[in-house]
Structures are given as structure tokens and as C-alpha cells.
């Protein structure tokens, strides 16, 4: 193992240790499989030596150790199968890499990368606001996608076939909702399809509640920001469009409050 995660890092990769291990959940009795990569670390082996009439102490430095409790010297690591996801095979960290594992560490994993829970959630966002504008004569390929009232009125029922759809949304679980709804006339796969593989939702493999626990929010150009729930701004917050922009109106009973921060 240690040759082939070698034979697939790049010169610029630091040396390091490799250590596997297997173990054993005490509560759940769920067996894991780890792989960690650590930087190496230096030990010292002392040795008293004793003669007749005398003693000593012998002093070795010892290279590729393993580091020291609380030493943060993790490099890499891989746990299969995954602690918290049954529709996902293993969970990797990268601490040398913030935004994703690096790519010759996954290609040692024998895996493909996918995108987080959050991305993909945005993902089915941004291909949905694109696909139902795809349409609409000189529409902005660069410009940020938006949704219409008419969309934001469909995707809620969306949520709830997602919801209550199955362990995990794929792709074909999200086409199959989206015809289900009978909210989207004309409804295109293929068309949507290409939407989809423009987005960080390409691969799509996410936990309903993914959906459910959404947010969303509305920036606007003077600095003020309408967040919360995706299902909640998406049902409650309404979008009036007007000569010059949009309008927001929020109904609410009389009774809110106001807070500062």
C-alpha cells in the first residue's frame, strides 16, 4: 500500500508515514477500515549501559516514527465505510488541502470525489433557475442564476417528493420528483440533464435531509440580505416584478419582532 500511495504522489508531495488500521465502533459494534498518512516524526531511544564498574546511557535518534499523542501531524486520512452516510463508501480529510483531498490521494483511494451536501443541494438550485430560463431570448449565460415567483412556487412540492423519496437523491430520483410534481410543463431530462452537468450537482448522490435543512438567501446591491429555510423563504417570501427590478413582500402577522445585532 505505502508503494502504490508513492507511486501515485507527485514530486512536490512531502514525505510521510503511513499507518492502517482496523477498529471497532464500541456502541454501534461497526467495524471500520483507516488509512492515515502522518508526517514523520523523531523519537529517541535511551538504553542504560552497564559495565563492570560503570554505566552509561546510550542516546539513538530514531527516523519515521509514529508522532506523539496531541503531535498534529496528519497529513491525510481515509475511513471506510463512511461514519455517517450508508450511501456513501468512505469519508476522506485532507489537512494539507482545505478545499478537497488532494487529487493523487484519491486516485490511491480507488475513489471519486464528491462534491459536499451543501454544493450539490445549490447545485440543483442553480440548474433548476437555469433550466426554466433556458428559454427566455437573450438570457445571460455569466449572469448569477435567479429564480421567478412562478419556479419558487413549484420547488417546495419539489422538496417534498425528494423528501419523502428514498435514503439518497440521485440523479434519477431528482427527475423522477421534478415529473412527479407535475409542476414543470414540458419537462425536458435531457435538457435538464445538461443544467445539472454544469453544476456542482454533476454527480449527485445527497441525503434528503440535505434538502430539507437548505438555506437561502437574497443579497441585495444595497447590502441588505433576506435569509433562512430554502422551503421557507421559497413559500413565505414573495417576488413581485416590477418596471425597474423586483419587490419583495414578506407577509407576516403582527406580532414579529425586531432584534439588533
Known amino acids: 500500500m505505502a508503494r502504490a500511495l508513492h507511486a501515485e504522489s507527485p514530486p512536490t508531495a512531502p514525505t510521510g508515514l503511513l499507518a492502517v488500521t482496523v477498529f471497532q465502533d464500541a456502541e454501534t459494534r ?20 552497564t559495565t563492570a564498574g560503570s554505566f552509561g546511557l546510550d542516546i539513538q535518534e530514531l527516523d519515521n516514527c509514529l508522532p506523539e499523542p496531541g503531535e498534529e501531524r496528519l497529513y491525510k486520512c481515509a475511513v471506510m465505510p463512511h461514519p455517517h452516510r450508508t450511501d456513501v463508501l468512505l469519508k476522506v480529510h485532507d489537512d494539507q488541502t482545505r478545499a478537497e483531498p488532494a487529487q493523487y490521494f484519491i486516485r490511491f483511494l480507488g475513489c471519486t470525489l464528491l462534491e459536499t451536501e451543501k454544493a450539490q443541494v445549490r447545485g440543483v438550485f442553480e440548474a433548476l433557475g437555469r433550466y426554466a ?15 421567478n415567483q412562478d419556479l419558487l412556487g413549484k420547488v417546495p412540492d419539489l422538496f417534498d417528493h425528494l423528501v419523502n423519496g428514498g435514503p439518497s437523491v440521485t440523479y434519477e430520483t431528482l427527475v423522477n420528483a421534478v415529473d412527479e410534481t407535475g409542476r414543470f410543463e414540458d419537462f425536458s431530462p435531457s435538457g ?62 403582527a406580532d414579529y419582532e425586531t432584534q439588533y445585532e
Not at 467495524?31 to 535511551?46: D, L
Not at 449565460?141 to 435567479?146: D, G, K, L, M
Not at 441525503?207 to 438555506?215: G, H, T
Open 30 to 49: 461497526q467495524q471500520y477500515f483507516a488509512a492515515f498518512k502522518f508526517r514523520a516524526s523523531k523519537a529517541y531511544k535511551i538504553q542504560l549501559a
Open 192 to 253: 435538464f440533464s445538461a443544467e445539472l452537468a454544469r453544476t456542482p450537482a454533476a454527480g449527485l448522490l445527497a441525503r434528503p435531509e440535505s434538502f430539507e435543512k437548505s438555506r437561502m438567501r437574497y443579497v441585495l446591491r444595497n447590502g441588505l440580505v433576506i435569509a433562512g429555510p430554502a422551503r421557507a423563504m421559497m413559500r413565505e417570501v414573495l417576488l413581485d416584478e416590477t418596471r425597474t427590478g423586483v419587490e419583495f413582500r414578506i407577509p407576516s402577522p
Open 133 to 147: 430560463g433556458a428559454g427566455e431570448a437573450g438570457q445571460d449565460e455569466s449572469a448569477p442564476f435567479t429564480f
